[in-house]
């Protein structure tokens, strides 16, 4: 229920704020899943029928940089590539498409692919997802997709002509692939882009600093909240990665969410990770 999955308990316990265990995917469940790739002349001559085919119409690939390095942390500029390019590709808008599925490790990352497709989560009509989601149904590893794939070429032979889009996703929102797919036969071939690539990068400050608490997370045990991770982005740009100190972590619990304070990191040398304090 929505109450279950929205309240922290015993079997939805608080995991790294703002995910409960029920948000987050389900990545070690034994699936088996397969596709058959081949050309319409080799279907024709093993006799495949019509309504068994179906085509990619578009595709699109692109690998961020680590999250540290990200210009960019409210949204997926890989997602915004990948999907831009399989739909310019297929000659198509997200309104044109009737079936999705959504890769769905995290909510964020399934609010960042309907954000970048411009699709209202809360009113659009059509499911995020044809499987059930990593959370729900489960994936064997990061394989999820080849399932999404499968179950999108049954939802299409059922309703010919139909197009749908499947998002598939590696690392932290880190590799991005969308492909869009039809019964109908495409107008032309498109060979495939090469990976995109992004050429900005923000880089890293590992020396002692001060700028504003940029974006943070709180790490949970067994035992309750444990620690506390932050970007903290310094005034010429750099990014500098920091732990919450004893005095700063109960601030990172509040309410009042503390993004834009200022902070001063204190460095360690030995370690990738400062310690940050608010001043």
Known sequence: SVEFLSTPSK?????????????????????????????SSKADALGVPEDKRVYLHGGGEAADDLI?????????????????????????????????????CFPCAVF?????LGIDWKSDPRPLTLTGGLPFFGGPGNNYSLHGIAEMAAKLRANPGDYGLVLANGGWMTKEAVGVYSTEKPARFAPAEPYATPSERVTLCKDDCEGVLETFTVTHGKEGPNKGIAFIRLEDGRRALANASKEAFPVLREDASPVGRKAAVTADPEKERGTFNFI
Do not use: C
């Open 11 to 39: 079997a939805n316990y608080e995991y790294a704020d703002p995910f409960l265990k029920w948000f987050i995917a389900q990545d070690a469940v034994n699936q088996g899943a397969a596709a058959i790739l081949m050309s």
């Open 112 to 116: 960042s692919s309907t954000a970048e």
């Open 68 to 104: 540290s390095l990200r210009p960019r942390l409210d949204g997926s500029w890989a997602m915004q590539t990948a999907i831009g390019r399989a739909l310019d590709q297929a000659d198509k808008t997200a309104d044109d498409i009737q079936h999705l599925d959504l890769y769905s």
